[in-house]
């Protein structure tokens, strides 16, 4: 996750597909974000075969993988590539706002952005037109942010089965929509335990402590979070609560969404933290660039600390407290790592070759389920969600 601080209007850029780019942005991809940036060094795909199918028959195909790297989008690209077709993405407005190139080399290549903390009608059009057209595979990724935890799964947003509803509501005479869960995991060298200590000392000199390089390092990694946590309580609460790690997240995590919800009219249906901090951050960002009547110079201050204390809050959901101790292997080991790292140092350390192993599950045939009643079309969404979730855990568990 990474700190939203902005307050720039939001301007929906379409797909805009170029396709004498595509080579070249497949070469990019290849050599430049996979090698070198996300040091990807194999990737293995399962039941792609099944998905390339439906393809050459016209169907509307909808991708839902899990999300818990930077480099999920350029894995499942590349996969799907080396299965002779193109995929299409929905991506959050924020990489769009990079720069005006990043943004056109995102379109071209068939990536569109939406506003993730708000009702994206152009976002949800786009979407429902491309899987009516049947033409490309589109890939949403529907936990909606990087959480560095492979094997557990956050709740799921219900806008990825609503949007494939309606499509497969207007499909025509023979074509069928289907919903594909797709489980990224990611195993790491062995090497990787070689600098495991390199970078604990890094983010323990970060937070001004003295590096332990004799402790081991699931005991340093332990105390690092609860370091940081204590941090985090005593800058928002004025002091480091008591009690266990988990229960502490959630205490401060609730404690800042209360805060910042007792200033904005509560949304009755967002439920889930996330759900509650993607409400707030709606209502936050919509008074900020109130043109009618702009915030004082001090009210502005408040809106942007709010918008700090529900990244927090955030930030707090998205640590499971027993992760790494629950099952200690390296892998969990280097995930909390680079999620510390991202949170510490504002990105993430690859400094070893990993593999990427990609399952695409039986495909979820969505048009025979609402033929034979099975999930109707309004209020479907809930229910395709839950099917969606299980299958997804099915996958990384």
């Not at 589109?138 to 499509?167: C, M, Q, T, W």
């Not at 600098?195 to 332990?212: A, H, M, N, Q, V």
């Not at 702009?294 to 707090?316: K, S, W, Y």
């Amino acid at each position: 996750m990474r700190r939203l601080r902005n307050d720039l209007p939001y301007t929906f850029r379409p797909p805009q597909l170029q396709d004498w780019l595509r080579p070249l942005g497949l070469g990019m991809n290849r050599l430049f974000h996979l090698s070198r940036k996300y040091k990807i060094g194999k990737i293995e795909g399962e039941g792609f075969r099944r998905v390339r199918e439906l393809h050459a028959e016209g169907h509307a195909i909808l991708l839902a993988p899990n999300h818990s790297d930077h480099s999920d989008p350029h894995v499942v690209m590349e996969l799907i590539h080396r299965h002779g077709m193109r995929a299409l993405f929905m991506a959050a407005r924020e990489i769009f706002e990079v720069s005006p190139t990043t943004s056109w080399a995102l379109q071209s290549m068939g990536v569109f952005s939406v506003d993730r903390d708000g009702p994206d009608l152009s976002a949800m059009k786009t979407a429902i037109n491309l899987l009516e057209s049947g033409s490309d595979p589109l890939v949403i990724f529907p936990e909606g942010e990087i959480y560095h935890h492979h094997r557990r799964l956050d709740p799921l947003n219900e806008g990825v089965a609503s949007i494939l509803l309606k499509a497969a509501s207007r499909l025509p005479e023979g074509k069928r929509a289907y919903l594909i869960p797709v489980g990224i995991r990611f195993f790491h060298d062995p090497a990787v335990e070689a600098t495991f200590s390199d970078r604990l000392s890094r983010l323990e000199d970060r937070i001004g402590w003295t590096p332990k390089p004799s402790m081991p390092v699931d005991e340093r990694i332990l105390r690092l979070g609860t370091g940081i946590l204590a941090l985090k309580e005593t800058e928002y609460l004025g002091y480091a609560s008591g009690g266990g790690v988990q229960e502490r997240l959630t205490y401060l995590c609730a404690t800042l969404l209360e805060q910042v919800e007792a200033r904005y009219p509560r949304d009755a249906k967002a439920v889930t933290p996330p759900e509650r901090v993607r409400a707030l951050r709606f209502r936050i960002r919509r008074r900020l660039l109130d043109l009618e009547k702009p915030p004082t110079h001090g009210e502005r201050e408040i809106l942007l600390n709010d918008l700090d204390r529900v990244f927090t809050a955030l930030q707090a959901h998205s640590y499971i407290g027993d992760y790494l101790l629950e099952d200690p292997t390296m892998d969990r080991r280097a995930e909390t790592l680079l999620k510390l790292e991202e949170d510490l140092l504002g990105f993430p350390t690859y400094p070893i070759l990993r593999s990427a192993h990609v399952v695409a599950a039986e495909p979820i045939a969505v048009s025979e389920m609402l033929d034979a009643g099975e999930i109707p079309l309004k209020g479907g969404a809930l229910p395709l969600t839950e099917l969606l979730e299980r299958r997804l855990r099915d996958l990384l568990e």
